[in-house]
């Protein structure tokens, strides 16, 4: 008998994922190789021509430094947390050194001449991380944070502070009213981040130029300039964006006419926003944190006593709006040195509602039946000259004409109460302010500023009880008044 031995033999064989980065332009996306990387002990590596490098080579916790003539230094700490392949954006430097910025002197400064801390929000970033609204694109400003007590809100936080201690100017014109009070506001949502064509921000006592409002800091929204040309020309966009998460559904049209002696710009843009989902995944250990387990359908005209069980407590009920805006811009070469402008805005909400508010408990029941913000509706109109005169005196300089009409109203009811409370706001807005610049000595090293500023605000305030007659589960009018 023959027996036959046969050895198996096992390899183990251990595979590890190399700890990679890519490096990417920030504006184009495209890779950048030969950035050299380096420790603080002097190890160095160099990315590929796909902008990958591998970072084995380093210990954990130790600060790496990016660095590429054609770029600005950029920073990280190694750490086992950071994913294979996370990508850096590193941003051009050319593009940082020439750039320039309005809002820190309110005329054209280079950033190697400003000392303020600024941030900025170009057009091209804002298409690129397509916000919702202009609330969405200030929170992807470093060093801005956003409240959102709502889903149709968003109050800016500049340095702890917010409401009436930061400044909302739009293209020169300030915001900020009578009415702005120190609680959270939603009121930066009334500018459409779609027809921007940037946004810069001020941080803290930087901003005195604007005057004693920003006490954190002003944000200056820039909406698009229509440009001449020797040719007439029509330049249209159209952008149309659809969301899972909030069932959104929003449509723009833009038209530009170029001429020589004129210039236009219409924008058009419509968001339809819907309930909004919440994630599911909650680490923090507390499983119903935000959960959502029943809601009020009330309405202004529909009347309900009791509250409605949630099916998927992860979805915020009756949260979304709709929201029109509208921008006209006409841009009017008077000659070589003289410019005017014109500038029309308009932005009107529906009912938002208070979704911390509507999930209040008082007990084991939930406290209010209706707490929104009725109709938010914002009007401006502007016209501006601007002159370049070159002289000792008067260097440059904008004066501004604006007239402003604002709408707003909160309006609240308990369960199983018939009274409802309306709190409505009306004003108009007139302003005038001219800012100027002049260079009183030879070089243009040293510059001078000065301007003035008026505004007249007239405020309507109404605080209204109602006591509403219902029949069945419709709101048929109102019984009494306290």
């Known amino acids: 008998m023959k027996i036959t031995t046969v050895i198996i033999s096992i390899f183990l064989v251990q595979i590890t994922l190399a700890q990679t980065c890519v490096i990417l332009d920030k504006n184009t996306e495209m890779p950048i190789a030969n950035v050299k990387i380096t420790d603080e002990k002097g190890h160095t590596v160099m990315s590929n021509q796909q902008g990958e490098a591998i970072l084995d080579d380093f210990e954990n916790m130790q600060v790496l430094t990016m660095t590429h003539m054609s770029y600005v230094?950029?920073?990280?700490?190694?750490?086992?947390?950071?994913?294979?392949?996370?990508?850096?954006?590193?941003?051009?430097?050319?593009?940082?050194?020439?750039?320039?910025?309005?809002?820190?002197?309110?005329?054209?400064?280079?950033?190697?001449?400003?000392?303020?801390?600024?941030?900025?929000?170009?057009?091209?970033?804002?298409?690129?991380?397509?916000?919702?609204?202009?609330?969405d694109m200030l929170a992807n400003i470093p060093g801005v944070r956003v409240q959102k007590t709502q889903f149709g809100g968003g109050s800016p936080v500049l340095r702890g502070m917010e409401s009436n201690r930061v400044l909302l100017v739009v293209d020169g014109i300030r915001m900020n009213n009578a009415i702005y009070r120190k609680g959270h506001l939603q009121n930066s949502i009334t500018v459409s981040p779609i027809g921007l064509d940037r946004?810069?921000?001020?941080?803290?006592?930087?901003?005195?130029?604007?005057?004693?409002?920003?006490?954190?800091?002003?944000?200056?929204?820039?909406?698009?300039?229509?440009?001449?040309?020797?040719?007439?020309?029509?330049?249209?966009?159209?952008?149309?964006?659809?969301?899972?998460?909030?069932?959104?559904?929003?449509?723009?049209g833009g038209v530009e006419l170029q001429m020589k002696n004129l210039a236009t710009y219409t924008s058009i843009s419509h968001s339809n926003f819907g309930d909004l989902v919440m994630g599911k995944n909650r680490n923090h250990g507390f499983t119903d944190w935000g959960k959502q387990f029943e809601y009020s359908n009330n309405s202004e005209f529909y009347y309900n006593d009791n509250p409605i069980s949630n099916d998927n407590p992860n979805q915020q009920r009756r949260v979304g709006y709709e929201q029109l805006d509208l921008l006209q811009k006409a841009f009017i070469p008077l000659n070589t040195q003289t410019e005017l402008h014109f500038n029309v805005q308009f932005s009107n909400s529906t009912n938002i509602n208070r979704f911390d508010k509507l999930t209040e408990y008082s007990g084991d029941d939930l406290k209010f039946a209706e707490w929104h913000y009725g109709p938010q509706q914002r009007f401006l109109a502007a016209s501006q000259l601007?002159?370049?005169?070159?002289?000792?005196?008067?260097?440059?300089?904008?004066?501004t004409l604006a007239y402003q009409n604002i709408?707003?109203?909160?309006?609240?009811?308990?369960?199983?109460?018939l009274d409802r409370a309306t709190n409505k706001e009306k004003l108009n807005i007139l302003s005038i302010n001219g800012d100027f610049t002049a260079n009183p000595t030879q070089s243009n090293d040293r510059n001078f500023g000065y301007g003035f500023e008026m505004s007249y605000n007239d405020v309507n305030s109404t605080s209204v009880g109602e006591t509403l007659e219902v029949e069945g589960h419709k709101v048929i009018g109102v019984s009494d008044y306290f």
């Open 73 to 135: 230094e950029f920073e990280l700490m190694k750490r086992p947390s950071l994913p294979h392949g996370a990508k850096i954006y590193l941003q051009f430097k050319t593009e940082l050194l020439g750039e320039v910025f309005l809002s820190a002197s309110k005329t054209e400064e280079k950033i190697t001449r400003i000392a303020e801390q600024i941030a900025t929000i170009s057009n091209s970033e804002i298409e690129r991380i397509s916000p919702q609204t202009s609330a």
């Open 199 to 252: 946004t810069e921000v001020v941080f803290g006592p930087s901003s005195v130029v604007y005057g004693s409002d920003p006490l954190g800091g002003a944000i200056h929204y820039y909406a698009r300039i229509p440009s001449t040309s020797d040719q007439s020309n029509i330049n249209v966009d159209f952008l149309s964006r659809v969301s899972s998460v909030n069932q959104e559904i929003t449509v723009q």
């Open 386 to 399: 601007k002159m370049k005169n070159h002289k000792k005196w008067m260097e440059g300089g904008i004066i």
């Open 407 to 417: 709408k707003e109203s909160r309006i609240n009811r308990k369960f199983n109460s």
